[in-house]
């Protein structure tokens, strides 16, 4: 099992991509702490389950997306749009792109981020998710699909 | 778009950490302390609710008094004496408190512990259903704990591992002690003490003060169902700003972390107004909490957030 200084060091060095993950699933920032502090903790809780340390990324990853998950159905499909608080969005950061993305089911949305932004291949993303590979590439090609069809749309419209 | 032009621009559209998330990360990451109860914390409009561990039936034997002191002398192992000597000076039992009307349940502050030398502020309270003949009451927090439920699951769609179901599931503690298992959960009408009831789910959404909503921030939160059907919830709010060292703890965190410095600089500033805000009179508190009516088939968002909402106000006395 690791140890606590090298389970931080590999917690930390994950930071960005797990906060990447949870603005792909939440909006509120609050919902991103949340998920940020709770998926640190469980993952310290349950360590002893890590078999591998290369598997680090997978497995945090996993823990991240459940906390989505949990965040996600219980209340932030209930908050009503408009109250919404928007994404930071960085500067010079890609307005337009996080429209499309958002535009997304999350279903097609997550595959799509873990696997471009976070370099997972199909099959840790099948881990992840708890789904078949199959699966995994449908719901690639369904969200590449939507995004060339959204994307071609805004370009004609310009 | 090409795959290349979608990954870059995937890669511009998130930015950097906000310097809060960051710190909070930060606080979770170092795992030197395990946390003493069941981390959840609560913003200032509402309590995320995040399930790290279930309702608890602490079924262990009748008579138990679950008070503060059965909280984190018996609930939670290891509680460092010097906070619990902190926590019997300062405690408050039922404090002064008023309900507004509600037909369905009783919920009542039980107690209060302001701990400025700690920076600790804790708070139990306690939700029992007004007519336990005809109604059941769990917490709305037991209810799809582990996130499995999709109302659109398909298990054909998935391998088998996959603990995706429907319908909602509720968890409870199995009070066998020869149980393998610490809880069991399963669809609502299976977990319920006896299914011809009503099911009523209590949730706490905030606990803050009336005039300054925004001072406590963040809590941790554990939560329990007695045997006799209470839901009582326990917030434990980590208020570092009472503390007389805090400016020289935030300025050491600068040293340590300098690209915090604004963030850090900006604590400071809210922590010394937040002191000046203290007074003899103490600090006049609402919890506001929410009661639905559990109906097999019901809406989603109707069960996730409406219902009744009721508050309760009363007073910490901080004592300066």
């Given at each position: 099992m690791m140890d606590e200084r090298q389970f931080t060091r590999m917690l930390l060095e994950s930071e960005q991509m797990l906060y990447r993950i949870a603005c792909t699933f939440l909006r509120s920032e609050a919902d991103r702490q949340d998920a940020m502090q709770e998926t640190a903790m469980k993952a310290w809780k349950n360590r002893a389950g890590l078999r591998e340390e290369r598997y680090f990324r997978t497995w945090i990853s996993r823990i991240m997306v459940n906390e989505c998950h949990n965040l996600y159905r219980n209340y932030s499909r209930c908050v009503p749009t408009d109250t919404m608080p928007d994404r930071p969005v960085p500067e010079n950061g890609d307005e337009e792109m996080r429209m499309l993305l958002e535009g997304l089911p999350e279903k097609q949305r997550v595959p799509l981020v873990l696997h471009y932004l976070e370099g997972f291949s199909l099959e840790e993303i099948a881990k992840i998710q708890h789904v078949t590979l199959p699966l995994v590439k449908y719901r690639m090609r369904q969200a590449r699909k939507a995004l060339r069809v959204e994307w071609n749309g805004k370009e004609e419209s310009k | 778009m090409t795959e290349q032009e979608l990954r870059e621009r995937l890669n511009r559209m998130t930015g950097e950490i906000p310097a809060e998330t960051h710190r909070v990360f930060l606080s979770a990451a170092c795992p030197g302390k395990e946390a003493r109860i069941v981390k959840r914390k609560i913003s200032a409009g509402l309590?995320?609710?995040?399930?790290?561990?279930l309702i608890t039936?602490?079924?262990?034997?009748?008579?138990?008094?679950?008070d503060l002191k059965w909280w984190y002398g018996e609930r939670t192992a290891e509680t460092d004496p010097e906070f619990m000597r902190k926590m019997a000076e300062n405690l408050v039992a039922e404090p002064e408190q008023q309900q507004t009307e509600d037909s369905l349940v009783d919920v009542k502050v039980r107690e209060v512990s302001w701990m400025p030398d700690e920076g600790k502020l804790v708070v139990s309270i306690q939700a029992t259903a007004k007519d336990p003949e005809h109604f059941e009451l769990h917490s709305r927090l037991a209810l799809d704990v582990d996130g499995?439920?999709?109302?659109?699951?398909?298990?054909?769609?998935?391998?088998?591992?996959c603990e995706g179901h429907a319908e909602h599931w509720l968890w409870r503690e199995n009070t066998d002690p020869e149980a393998d298992e610490r809880f069991r959960c399963g669809p609502v009408p299976q977990m319920m003490d006896d299914s011809s009831k009503r099911l009523l789910l209590f949730e706490g959404l905030q606990l803050a003060p009336l005039e300054r909503p925004e001072l406590f921030g963040y809590a941790s939160m554990d939560e329990l169902r007695t045997p006799e059907g209470e839901v009582l919830y326990l917030f434990e709010y980590s208020q570092d700003w009472m503390k007389q060292d805090y400016d020289r703890q935030m300025e050491e965190y600068i040293e340590e972390y300098p690209n915090m410095k604004e963030y850090a600089e900006s604590q400071i500033a809210k922590a010394r107004e937040a002191r000046e805000?203290?007074?003899?009179e103490g600090i006049s508190c609402m919890l506001s909490y929410r009661v639905v009516e559990y109906i097999e088939g019901m809406d989603d968002t109707e069960l996730y957030a409406g219902g009744t909402e009721g508050q309760v106000t009363f007073a910490i006395r901080t004592g300066k």
């Open positions: - | 309590v995320f609710a995040l399930v790290l561990i039936v602490a079924a262990i034997a009748a008579g138990i008094v679950y499995a439920y999709d109302p659109d699951f398909e298990p054909d769609m998935y391998d088998e591992e805000t203290l007074n003899s």
